[in-house]
């Protein structure tokens, strides 16, 4: 008897399209600005790397569940940064990396055929690729009313979003939790890039104005990549409705799905460190402030991007295409993101990461200046 290959499921690789764009860019005169993935460049901080140098010698096996140490530094960092209360350890499971949680989240919960998966329109991919791996169905809307009468079984919201910045209020959080709740649908909320807003304020669903001051039926995703410059570490974790955790957390213990124990102390660490996420917020915020002024001038408009480490950026409705774009950023040795990856409304838009160096964002920002 033979099957289908698993990866005959998923959608093709988007990043793979974008391999000849990038050879052109990297055959520029003075290199490749690489603005397409949001991979941090600077140093991991000192409070990082000494909490991994005394956390070195670990022989023994971690355990799925997490230090309470450091579930505990995951309860008082949401506590007084993001005025999350009523949070217990038990509600906390740290993990390998928002995106392996992420894609592996319908397959752990025992989503399969059958069942609908919702993210939203313009959606980091990773969303579909976890529904489409059991073989569930998926719906991209930022509409509960385009729903009707079907109850999905997981509804993923995103705010900050990736790929266009756009930060959800507190009363549009609020309606979606109850919404959710009314109906019984799990509802996860990536909040990878709560702490990257610029123009406005980012929520936590965990937050007593949202969800009530009871975290039934709604989790949310964290991840130390943006903040602490932690993406090599794989450090993130999720948290919420105490049932939801605890299925996450027996399911996970058979599999054998552990972070390792040195990284474990690396998390509670940066996590009781806000000077260092304010000092990288400071230098991602002249990046963004350089690449938007030079995106604006030379013809572009920039949409959402209140938030995460991206630029929205289009030419409006009767400009190039996103592919044209591309290629006409990769003749400059500039790589951008095609707005398509992320969605068929993504179509005119490219996302513009300032995870570069200071030096290859000016570099960037003296190029575009070609085209105003």
């Not at 009313?145 to 790929?163: D, K, Q």
């Not at 000092?279 to 013809?299: F, I, N, W």
Request: hydrophobic content about 40%; overall charge negative; aromatic content about 6%.
């Amino acid at each position: 008897m033979t099957t289908d290959p698993v990866s005959e499921r998923l959608p093709d690789f988007p990043w793979d399209k974008l391999t000849a764009y990038a050879a052109q860019a990297r055959a520029h005169a003075d290199g490749i600005v690489d603005l397409s993935v949001g991979t941090p460049v600077d140093p991991t901080p000192e409070v990082a790397q000494a909490a991994l140098r005394e956390a070195a010698d670990s022989p023994g096996y971690p355990m799925t569940v997490g230090l309470p140490g450091t579930r505990q530094a995951v309860v008082d960092w949401l506590a007084r940064c993001h005025g999350v209360t009523g949070l217990d350890i038990d509600q906390v499971l740290p993990v390998i990396g928002s995106k392996e949680l992420i894609a592996s989240l319908p397959t752990h919960l025992g989503v399969g055929p059958g069942d609908l998966v919702v993210h939203p329109e313009l959606a980091y991919p990773t969303y579909e690729v976890g529904a489409a791996l059991v073989g569930a169905r998926t719906l991209a809307t930022d509409s509960l009313t385009a729903l009707g009468p079907e109850t999905p079984r997981l509804l993923w919201i995103n705010s900050p979003s990736n790929p266009t910045g756009r930060v959800l209020p507190k009363e549009h959080l609020k309606k979606v939790v109850d919404w959710c709740r009314e109906r019984g649908v799990l509802l996860v909320s990536d909040e990878c890039y709560i702490e990257c807003s610029w123009d406005a304020d980012a929520y936590s669903v965990l937050h007593p104005d949202i969800c009530g001051g009871t975290f039934a039926g709604i989790l949310a995703v964290h991840s130390l990549s943006k903040r602490s410059n932690l993406a090599g570490y794989r450090c993130a974790f999720v948290a919420g409705d105490r049932s939801v955790v605890a299925e996450l957390l027996a399911v996970r213990k058979n599999l054998g799905l552990q972070m390792p124990g040195p990284q474990q102390r690396v998390l509670a660490a940066v996590l009781a460190d806000d000077r260092h996420s304010e000092e990288q917020h400071e230098r991602y915020a002249a990046r963004r402030a350089t690449l938007k002024a030079a995106l604006e001038a030379a013809g572009f408009r920039i949409d959402h991007s209140e938030a995460s480490l991206y630029l929205w950026a289009t030419r409006g409705p009767d400009g190039p295409d996103c592919w044209e774009t591309v290629a006409e950023l990769a003749a400059l040795g500039i790589l951008v993101a095609p707005g398509d990856f992320y969605g068929a409304a993504g179509s005119r838009h490219v996302r513009v990461a300032f995870t570069a160096t200071d030096e290859r964002v000016a570099a960037a920002a003296e190029r575009l200046a070609t085209l105003a």
